[in-house]
């Protein structure tokens, strides 16, 4: 099934003999069918039994192998069929040809599915079309149409600051809807310039793992939680947490830095914008805490310039701490998201920090 488009025929009469399998009572003994064949091919957490519904896993498993003609073009057969089949062109531009083997005939079938499927990731941005590819999270169309024109941006690099690694904000404001210019400011850009690459998007991830060809791992925070970690480095503990404002996509870090004996030796808040989730509102905790020992002692990209930069301590580790228990740097988030302003201070906190974790102390009767 993971190299031929079995026809839909087949796989009807194979979903039969199952199906009778599970219902019949016995040889020659006709069961009662409880539950219509589609419906158990639905995941169990929709109520479904999981079974596959093989015409979908079928083109799943050739999607899989023509995804791996895309991401590892150097490989054998992908410069084999490259060399027959589409010498001068990509693979989603490839022809069916005249007389192609049935191999190539199923995989190149899957063209449709992969392009929907795949998005990019913005590195360099120098193998991105701003108007041909999908490269913005969340856009509800599939490629931008409705735009101003502007000759000189054709490739996302065009929107990028090479001095700085950063948006260029009024080109993008200049070029774009306000909406769409908000979703582009609000993709991460590492501080390492990297490749380019391709990823799947969550729609049809989730479609391909109800088909049975992919699995869609989704992590789940309980309430009261949250993504807390801590780093040490030579008897030096940061702990870091963030807060975030869904309203206007503001999010703050709150740092709290702690020697062996518990004695604070500087707390430190810093203010971002146009951050998309809050998921990402941690990556950019994370990386501050990073960046702290070297600047002032100092989901995607941000995990990229974590783990360049993790690199210059002689030993760091990561550590989830409940929120419950990592209190006082989620407290230096929350007020600075509140009051809108940033700090580092040495050997403390500021009072304002101080009266909050006082509130949220427990009082017991005397």
Request: charged letters at 25%; glycine letters at 8%.
């Amino acid at each position: 099934m993971a190299c031929f488009l079995l026809p839909k025929s087949l796989c009807a009469k194979l979903e039969g003999i199952m199906s009778k399998f599970w219902w019949q009572k016995g040889r020659g003994r006709k069961g009662i069918y409880w539950c219509a064949w589609k419906d158990l091919c639905h995941l169990k957490e929709d109520g479904g039994l999981g079974f596959r519904d093989l015409a979908k896993f079928n083109i799943t498993l050739l999607a899989k192998q023509g995804c791996r003609l895309v991401y590892f073009p150097d490989s054998l057969l992908a410069r084999v069929l490259k060399a027959k089949y589409y010498p001068n062109l990509n693979f989603y531009k490839a022809r069916l040809g005249n007389l192609p083997l049935l191999t190539w005939k199923s995989v190149w079938s899957t063209r449709g599915l992969l392009e929907k499927g795949l998005c990019w990731r913005v590195g360099r941005g120098d193998q991105i079309s701003v108007w041909d590819d999908l490269w913005i999270s969340g856009n509800e169309v599939d490629k931008l149409k409705d735009h101003v024109n502007n000759g000189n941006i054709q490739l996302v690099s065009d929107l990028i600051e090479d001095s700085n690694r950063a948006w260029n904000s009024t080109v993008i404001f200049h070029t774009f809807k306000a909406n769409v210019a908000r979703k582009i400011l609000q993709i991460p850009l590492a501080e390492i310039a990297h490749e380019d690459f391709q990823v799947w998007r969550e729609q049809i991830i989730r479609h391909l793992s109800e088909w049975g060809g992919m699995k869609n791992e989704k992590r789940i925070f309980q309430p009261g939680e949250s993504l807390q970690q801590d780093c040490q480095n030579g008897g030096v503990k940061i702990h870091f947490d963030a807060a975030f404002n869904h309203q206007n996509y503001k999010a703050t870090s709150g740092l709290l830095v702690r020697d062996v004996e518990g004695e604070i030796l500087a707390s430190k808040s810093t203010i971002h914008t146009d951050i998309a989730t809050p998921f990402a509102a941690e990556a950019h905790a994370g990386l501050d805490a990073i960046k702290l020992d070297r600047d002032k002692l100092a989901i995607g990209a941000l995990i990229r310039d974590i783990q360049q930069k993790k690199n210059r301590f002689v030993e760091i580790g990561f550590h989830f701490i409940p929120k419950s228990k990592n209190t006082k740097a989620y407290e230096i988030a929350k007020q600075s998201l509140l009051r809108e302003e940033s700090f580092y201070l040495e050997k403390g906190v500021p009072d304002y920090i101080h009266q909050a974790w006082e509130s949220k102390r427990p009082r017991f009767p005397d």
